[in-house]
């Protein structure tokens, strides 16, 4: 029978060229969220990370987009390298109390092409 | 350590038994997160300390799971009675200070097969 939780979403593109990996987060009350990524084997290895007062942010390589009104949130990623292939979370959380953890969407699995 | 050690890295007991978890902070680190990540899907939280004192523990299942970092250090996550159901990836992460937007720092994690 079908297993749920191992049909991660599946981003494949070609080496060099741009990616954008989506999340849709749920707690119109999160003002914090960040993305990391998972290679096989490892643990999530922070990427960046936004605030809700802002709506863009870069790094290296990358930008994270954040749209409050449709709770949106995206990771570019420049001309992807194969070192890029791996399982990329976003993560929520909110500075006005409850569960002080973050919370983690499904996942992406992004695969570069040679 | 250069970064967050857990261990073992495989366990491997049967149902019934008790097991524990060992996490390893980044020296310095103050908060310590225990998550549990399913194959195919993001960590779940389960709970954190800052210092010694465990803020929050919402995140675990029952009352099976505990958790303690008696000297604001070394976590050992326990599982008593563990079920077939608690198999999964057990993960540690520190962060250097206290806060809802600090960056975690997780580790190698900690899998857990229940026969």
């Known amino acids: 029978g079908e297993s749920v939780g191992l049909h991660l979403p599946t981003l494949s593109v070609q080496e060099g060229d741009n990616s954008i990996i989506n999340c849709a987060y749920s707690n119109s009350a999160s003002d914090y969220f960040i993305w990391y990524k998972q290679e096989s084997g490892k643990g999530p290895q922070f990427i960046i990370d936004i605030r809700s007062n802002m709506d863009k942010r870069q790094g290296q390589r990358v930008t994270v987009l954040l749209n409050k009104t449709v709770k949106h949130l995206s990771l570019q990623i420049a001309a992807t390298q194969p070192g890029d292939s791996a399982v990329y979370f976003c993560a929520e959380n909110n500075s006005g109390g409850g569960a002080d953890g973050l919370t983690f969407g499904k996942g992406t699995h992004l695969i570069i092409q040679p | 350590g250069a970064g967050v050690s857990q261990s073992p890295r495989y366990k491997v007991t049967k149902r019934g038994q008790d097991v524990a978890l060992r996490c390893d902070p980044i020296?310095?680190?103050?908060?310590l997160y225990w998550y549990r990540q399913a194959l195919g899907q993001g960590p779940e939280f389960l709970t954190y300390?800052?210092?010694?004192?465990?803020?929050?523990k919402s995140g675990l299942p029952n009352d099976r799971f505990s958790a303690e970092r008696p000297e604001g250090s070394i976590s050992t996550l326990t599982i008593q009675r563990t079920e077939q159901r608690d198999s999964a990836m057990y993960r540690c992460a520190s962060s250097l200070r206290t806060g809802f937007n600090e960056k975690l720092f997780f580790g190698s994690g900690t899998q857990l097969s229940v026969l």
């Open positions: 020296s310095g680190h103050v908060s």
């Open positions: 300390f800052n210092y010694e004192a465990q803020q929050d």
